[in-house]
Protein backbone atom coordinates (compact mmCIF):
# COMPACT_ATOMS: atom_id res chain seq x y z
CA UNK A 1 0.00 0.00 0.00
CA UNK A 2 2.78 2.59 0.96
CA UNK A 3 4.96 1.49 -2.20
CA UNK A 4 1.96 2.13 -4.05
CA UNK A 5 1.37 5.71 -2.61
CA UNK A 6 5.11 6.50 -3.22
CA UNK A 7 4.95 5.17 -6.74
CA UNK A 8 1.67 7.07 -7.51
CA UNK A 9 3.61 10.19 -5.55
CA UNK A 10 6.91 9.68 -8.02
CA UNK A 11 4.64 8.98 -11.07
CA UNK A 12 2.44 12.24 -10.13
CA UNK A 13 6.13 14.62 -9.84
CA UNK A 14 7.55 13.67 -13.05
CA UNK A 15 5.01 13.05 -15.75
CA UNK A 16 4.63 16.33 -16.41
CA UNK A 17 8.23 16.81 -16.97
CA UNK A 18 9.39 13.53 -18.05
CA UNK A 19 13.07 15.27 -19.51
CA UNK A 20 13.55 16.82 -15.45
CA UNK A 21 12.99 13.54 -14.14
CA UNK A 22 15.31 11.06 -16.01
CA UNK A 23 18.29 14.39 -14.71
CA UNK A 24 16.25 13.88 -11.13
CA UNK A 25 19.34 12.82 -8.22
CA UNK A 26 18.43 10.28 -6.44
CA UNK A 27 19.33 12.41 -2.64
CA UNK A 28 16.59 14.80 -4.11
CA UNK A 29 14.11 11.99 -5.14
CA UNK A 30 14.55 11.18 -1.29
CA UNK A 31 14.44 14.86 -0.04
CA UNK A 32 11.30 15.46 -2.30
CA UNK A 33 9.65 12.31 -0.67
CA UNK A 34 10.25 12.72 2.54
CA UNK A 35 9.20 16.36 2.35
CA UNK A 36 5.39 15.71 1.10
CA UNK A 37 5.19 11.75 2.90
CA UNK A 38 1.78 11.97 4.64
CA UNK A 39 3.74 8.71 7.02
CA UNK A 40 6.18 10.61 7.95
CA UNK A 41 4.37 13.72 8.94
CA UNK A 42 2.37 11.56 10.86
CA UNK A 43 5.54 10.79 12.78
CA UNK A 44 7.04 13.47 13.31
CA UNK A 45 3.82 15.22 14.70
CA UNK A 46 3.75 11.46 16.90
CA UNK A 47 7.35 12.44 18.25
CA UNK A 48 6.67 16.20 18.97
CA UNK A 49 3.43 15.13 20.53
CA UNK A 50 5.28 12.94 22.81
CA UNK A 51 7.85 15.40 23.72
CA UNK A 52 5.45 17.70 24.78
CA UNK A 53 3.94 14.67 26.76
CA UNK A 54 7.72 14.50 28.83
CA UNK A 55 7.46 18.25 29.79
CA UNK A 56 4.09 17.55 31.00
CA UNK A 57 5.21 14.70 33.19
CA UNK A 58 7.68 17.66 35.09
CA UNK A 59 4.22 19.87 36.46
CA UNK A 60 4.06 17.31 38.91
CA UNK A 61 7.28 18.22 40.33
CA UNK A 62 6.17 21.81 40.66
CA UNK A 63 4.09 23.32 43.81
CA UNK A 64 0.53 24.20 43.01
CA UNK A 65 -1.50 27.43 43.97
CA UNK A 66 -5.47 27.58 43.92
CA UNK A 67 -7.43 30.10 45.01
CA UNK A 68 -11.42 30.30 46.06
CA UNK A 69 -13.84 33.66 46.37
CA UNK A 70 -17.16 33.64 47.32
CA UNK A 71 -19.69 36.62 48.30
CA UNK A 72 -22.95 36.71 49.47
CA UNK A 73 -25.63 38.83 48.43
CA UNK A 74 -28.62 38.43 49.50
CA UNK A 75 -27.88 38.46 53.68
CA UNK A 76 -30.59 36.51 55.49
CA UNK A 77 -29.34 35.94 59.01
CA UNK A 78 -30.43 32.82 60.60
CA UNK A 79 -31.07 33.37 64.50
CA UNK A 80 -30.53 31.31 67.69
CA UNK A 81 -33.17 30.86 70.31
CA UNK A 82 -31.60 30.76 73.69
CA UNK A 83 -33.53 30.06 76.79
CA UNK A 84 -32.21 32.03 79.52
CA UNK A 85 -35.25 30.99 82.16
CA UNK A 86 -37.13 33.71 81.45
CA UNK A 87 -37.91 33.47 78.19
CA UNK A 88 -36.09 32.75 74.81
CA UNK A 89 -33.61 35.03 73.74
CA UNK A 90 -32.75 35.46 69.96
CA UNK A 91 -29.31 36.54 68.63
CA UNK A 92 -28.58 36.64 64.95
CA UNK A 93 -25.90 34.54 63.95
CA UNK A 94 -22.45 35.82 62.59
CA UNK A 95 -22.57 34.96 58.79
CA UNK A 96 -19.57 36.14 56.48
CA UNK A 97 -20.56 38.31 53.69
CA UNK A 98 -17.43 37.28 51.87
CA UNK A 99 -15.46 34.32 52.09
CA UNK A 100 -12.14 33.98 50.77
CA UNK A 101 -9.26 31.03 49.96
CA UNK A 102 -5.95 30.22 48.90
CA UNK A 103 -4.30 26.66 48.56
CA UNK A 104 -0.91 26.07 48.31
CA UNK A 105 -0.11 22.63 47.47
CA UNK A 106 4.45 21.32 47.62
CA UNK A 107 4.79 17.91 46.71
CA UNK A 108 7.38 16.42 49.13
CA UNK A 109 6.89 12.44 48.67
CA UNK A 110 4.23 11.00 46.49
CA UNK A 111 5.62 7.38 46.39
CA UNK A 112 8.02 8.40 43.33
CA UNK A 113 4.95 8.55 41.35
CA UNK A 114 6.35 11.10 39.41
CA UNK A 115 9.59 10.03 39.13
CA UNK A 116 8.16 7.13 37.47
CA UNK A 117 5.69 9.08 35.66
CA UNK A 118 8.66 11.31 33.99
CA UNK A 119 10.54 7.76 33.13
CA UNK A 120 7.93 6.36 31.30
CA UNK A 121 7.11 9.75 29.41
CA UNK A 122 10.83 9.81 28.61
CA UNK A 123 10.58 6.32 27.28
CA UNK A 124 7.72 6.92 25.10
CA UNK A 125 9.24 9.87 23.72
CA UNK A 126 12.34 7.41 22.77
CA UNK A 127 9.51 4.62 21.11
CA UNK A 128 7.92 7.71 18.96
CA UNK A 129 11.35 8.66 17.92
CA UNK A 130 12.34 5.07 17.28
CA UNK A 131 8.98 4.69 14.72
CA UNK A 132 9.93 8.07 13.20
CA UNK A 133 13.60 7.01 12.31
CA UNK A 134 11.69 3.24 11.32
CA UNK A 135 9.05 5.44 9.11
CA UNK A 136 12.19 7.72 7.37
CA UNK A 137 14.21 4.38 6.58
CA UNK A 138 10.86 2.57 5.01
CA UNK A 139 10.52 5.81 3.12
CA UNK A 140 13.86 6.48 1.77
CA UNK A 141 14.56 2.41 0.88
CA UNK A 142 11.31 2.71 -1.24
CA UNK A 143 12.32 5.55 -2.81
CA UNK A 144 15.73 4.34 -3.86
CA UNK A 145 13.95 0.78 -5.05
CA UNK A 146 11.26 2.88 -7.29
CA UNK A 147 14.18 5.28 -8.15
CA UNK A 148 16.58 2.31 -9.87
CA UNK A 149 13.22 0.34 -11.30
CA UNK A 150 12.28 3.71 -13.16
Given at each position: ?????????????????????????????????????????????????????????????????????????????????????????????????????????????????????????????????????WARFELDRNIVLLYYRA
Open positions: MQAKAIAALLSLAASPQLAHAASLPLSEAVREAEAQSPLLQKAASSLEETKWRRTEALAGFLPSVSGSASVLLDKKYAYLDINMGAGPITFPQIVPSANYGLAARLPLFDGFANVDRYRAAGDFVQASHLDFE
